[in-house]
C-alpha cells in the first residue's frame, strides 16, 4: 500500500468512527425484529441511554426486543413505535434523574409524558406510552392491548426469563449478544435498592417492596391490616 492509499484508507476509517462521546447507533436488526429509528424513538433512545446506566439502557432495548418476539409469537398486530417508545422509557423512574417518591413506575410514566409532550407527541399516542410504562409491573398490564401488554411481558422475559414457547434460545443469544447484561442482575437490584432507600413511598409494594426488604435494613412497612384497623369508622 503506497501513502496516497494509506491516507484514504485512514480517512474513511475516520468518517467510519464514532465521534468521541457522541452514543453508537443501535443495529437496524436484532433477532429478526427492527429497532424503531423514527424521530421520537431516536429522542426517546437519547434520553434513556443519557439518564440511565449502561446496564439499565441495555435492559429497555432488550425489554423491547423479547417483548416484540412475544408479540409476533402470540399473533399480535402492534404498533412498532409505541411499543418501542414505551419500552425505552419504561425504568426512568429507577433512574437518578427521574426517581421520585412515586412508585418507580408512575414516576416513570409521568417522566415519559413530560418527554413526549415536548416532542408534541400525539396525546392519544401519549397516553398508551403511559400505560405501557405504569403497568409493567403490574399483572392489570397482561389484559390491556399489546402496546402496553408487551412493555411487560418484554421486561419480564429479561429479569426473570424468557418463556421458550415464545422466545428460541437462538434469539436470546441473540439479542444479549447485542445488548449485553452487564451483570444485570446485581447491578438492577442495587439500583431499585437505592431508589427504595432514597425514597421510601416508591417502594411500598410490588417487587419494589421485596427488594426494600432485602436490601434497606431499616425498612418496617405499614402493614394493609393495620391502615384498615385505624380507619375512623367504629366498624
Given amino acids: 500500500m503506497n501513502r496516497r492509499e494509506a491516507i484514504q484508507v485512514a480517512g474513511s476509517l475516520a468518517f467510519s468512527l464514532t465521534t468521541p462521546g457522541e452514543a453508537e447507533p443501535l443495529p437496524t436488526k436484532v433477532a429478526g425484529i427492527r429497532l424503531v429509528d423514527s424521530k421520537v424513538a431516536k429522542a426517546a433512545t437519547d434520553l434513556s441511554r443519557s439518564v440511565s446506566p ?12 423479547f417483548g416484540s418476539l412475544v408479540g409476533r409469537a402470540q399473533g399480535l398486530k402492534f404498533d412498532e413505535e409505541l411499543l418501542y417508545v414505551a419500552c425505552i422509557l419504561h425504568d426512568l423512574g429507577l433512574t437518578e434523574r427521574f426517581a421520585g417518591d412515586l412508585p418507580f413506575e408512575l414516576q416513570g410514566a409521568q417522566a415519559a409524558k413530560k418527554f413526549l409532550d415536548e416532542q408534541a407527541y400525539a396525546k392519544e399516542k401519549s397516553a398508551i406510552v403511559w400505560d405501557g410504562i405504569a403497568m409493567h409491573a403490574s399483572p392489570i398490564g397482561q389484559f390491556k392491548q399489546p402496546e402496553i401488554s408487551l412493555v411487560g411481558e418484554g421486561a419480564g422475559a429479561d429479569v ?21 447484561r452487564l451483570k444485570f442482575k446485581e447491578a438492577f437490584l442495587m439500583t431499585c435498592a437505592d431508589v427504595a432507600r ?9 417487587f419494589m417492596r421485596d427488594i426494600r426488604e432485602r436490601y434497606v435494613t431499616d425498612f418496617h412497612p405499614v402493614n394493609f391490616c393495620d391502615r384498615v384497623a385505624k380507619a375512623p369508622f367504629s366498624e
Avoid: C, M, W
Fill in 54 to 65: 449502561p446496564s439499565l439502557f441495555n435492559h429497555t432495548v432488550r425489554t423491547y426486543l
Fill in 160 to 180: 426473570i426469563a424468557p418463556d421458550p414457547a415464545h422466545i428460541k434460545q437462538g434469539e436470546v443469544d441473540e439479542i444479549v449478544k447485542a445488548f449485553p
Fill in 198 to 206: 432514597k425514597h421510601p413511598r416508591a417502594a411500598g409494594q410490588g
